[in-house]
């Protein structure tokens, strides 16, 4: 496959230039035990709103009965490529701190931890593909989640695999030239 990098309009970091969300994950490929670890650190070193650290993660490796009741939970359009991802982690947050008061940065707080276990991922050779398209309620009943802990996102997280396993739409997709609105458009003031 031709380099899925970031066309950039000047240089960026390696990992950012490279990490893209990939369908084609390997399914012959597995962790060793701890190989998350570093990812899970990365994440656990995110800034955060007072220093609050509101996300919680749930880490399953592929074959585990976390691993199958994630994926029960995934949309079928989603189920059907990150199943054979190696490792699925939910991506959850606190929304109330320990005295019941609310945490309103905290979504935004988890985004920085996911994006820093996502870049990390990079700098390892690893690919992680984040997912909206789930179904919360299954997933707070499956892991018997708390009343104040909100599961924001899923992302699959492994190597990249050939495209041939996909569907054709789904080979479209992975190879499709990647987008971004020009820098003009989104730095509102430059003064
Ligand atoms: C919060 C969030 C939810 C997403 N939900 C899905 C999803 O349900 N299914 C999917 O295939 N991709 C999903 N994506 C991946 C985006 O579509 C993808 O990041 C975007 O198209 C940019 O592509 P890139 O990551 O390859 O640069 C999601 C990404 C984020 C950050």
Not at 80 to 103: F, H, K, M, Q, Y
């Amino acid at each position: 496959m031709t380099s899925r990098n970031a066309d950039t309009s000047t240089p960026v970091l390696e990992p950012i230039a490279s990490r893209w969300s990939p369908r084609a994950f390997d399914e012959t490929h597995a962790f060793a035990p701890g190989a998350l670890r570093s990812l899970l650190e990365a994440a656990r070193w995110a800034p955060s709103a007072r220093n609050t650290q509101p996300w919680r993660f749930i880490v399953a490796h592929r074959g585990s009965t976390s691993f199958a009741r994630i994926t029960d939970a995934l949309v079928e359009s989603n189920a059907n490529w990150a199943r054979r991802a190696s490792a699925l982690i939910v991506n959850t947050v606190r929304l109330e701190d320990e005295d019941g008061s609310p945490l309103p940065w905290s979504v935004y707080d988890l985004g920085q931890a996911v994006s820093s276990y996502s870049l990390q991922a990079r700098s390892e050779g690893l690919y992680v593909h984040q997912m909206g398209g789930f179904d919360h309620d299954a997933i707070r009943e499956s892991f018997n989640l708390e009343r104040h802990i909100e599961p924001i996102s899923v992302a699959a997280v492994g190597v990249l695999g050939d495209p041939a396993i996909l569907t054709e739409r789904q080979q479209s997709r992975e190879t499709a030239p990647r987008a971004r609105h020009e820098l003009g458009e989104i730095v509102l003031v430059d003064d």
